[in-house]
């Protein structure tokens, strides 16, 4: 299969990022995979905005991903990581296929609403569980990668990797997803689902196929998380989290599959310098940002590329 442009641009990103990852802090190093894990929940959003819903409960899948990697380790004595996040996404997909039954009976806020209550139902449960810590989580047991054991200075960077391959290997796949026919039968559901039918294809399939693809992929977002992090706890279910997945869709944009990574990115860097800045008014600072790109990028970051490609040509 030979790669295109920009699948190729997508490796030599994430080549050079390895690189200058063996040279950085462990505190970017850490940001860095927090971001590229958050960025993978935000694909799974992106993927539903690009049908034309909004999800406002994508905590929901993120934090059954975390739930699995603590659980596996703790009760199950997994401590392969690629067999945890398997776990996640196995246990997250059958949640999905479940739901999806009922989710993609319903458009716009409907559909939002319903997504965000489902999410708040998994906190609810989780902060009554006292035998899983309640509100206060519980750690990571140590885990291994193939058979390797990270050590004390080592685990960092490590779980950067292993955020690095499967968030490459996710954007190399939803690139080809996106222009193949279920991916482009989402974007005409956006515009217009009725003439979706008259064409012959089931809109709620194709919904339906979305909606547990965008779950697998915050899964593995928040069995990143909870690897990076060493900790779960139930505000990763919480519906500010979920905001924020939807906060960093509208500042990336759906055009591409890198703006969520990039977006992320940012998203993670400005936060971290506003809470250490203006630790009483750094929601005040996001929410200017997030009220500046609707202004100016109605489109998101990633227009800025698209603006300049079409200027170059």
Known sequence: MK?????LSLIGVAIAIAVLAQFS????????????????????????MRAGLVSFGQGLFYCLGGYAVGLGGRFLGITDALAL?????????????????????????????????????LYGILVKSHGLGSTDGFGVT???????????????????????????AIALFL???FRSSIGLACEAIRENEVRVEYMGISHRKVLYINYVLAAAVGSVGGSMTAL???????????????????FIAILGGTGHVAAPFIAALIFTLVRTYAVELAPNAWQ?????????IILFLPKGIWSLFTRRKGAAS
């Not at 790669?3 to 699948?7: D, F, I, P, S, W």
């Not at 802090?25 to 539903?48: C, Y």
């Not at 319903?106 to 965000?116: H, N, P, V």
């Not at 005040?284 to 500046?292: E, H, K, N, R, Y």
């Open 3 to 7: 790669l295109e442009r920009t699948e």
């Open 25 to 48: 802090p462990n505190w970017l190093v850490f940001t860095l995979t927090l971001a590229i894990s958050t960025a993978l929940v935000v694909m799974g959003v992106v993927l539903l």
């Open 85 to 121: 996040i398997g776990l996640g996404v196995v246990v997250t997909v059958v949640v999905a296929m479940i739901l999806g039954l009922l989710m993609t009976r319903y458009r716009e806020i409907f559909f939002a609403m319903l997504s965000l209550a489902f999410s708040m139902i």
């Open 142 to 168: 140590d885990w291994t990668l193939l058979g390797f054991t990270p050590g004390d200075g080592q685990a960092t960077t490590t779980a950067l990797m292993l955020a690095l391959v499967l968030a490459l």
């Open 175 to 177: 690139n080809r997803y």
């Open 228 to 246: 990076a992090a060493g900790h779960v706890d139930p505000t990763m279910a919480y519906w500010t989290i979920s905001g924020e997945f939807v």
């Open 284 to 292: 005040m600072i996001l929410g200017t940002v997030l009220l500046l």
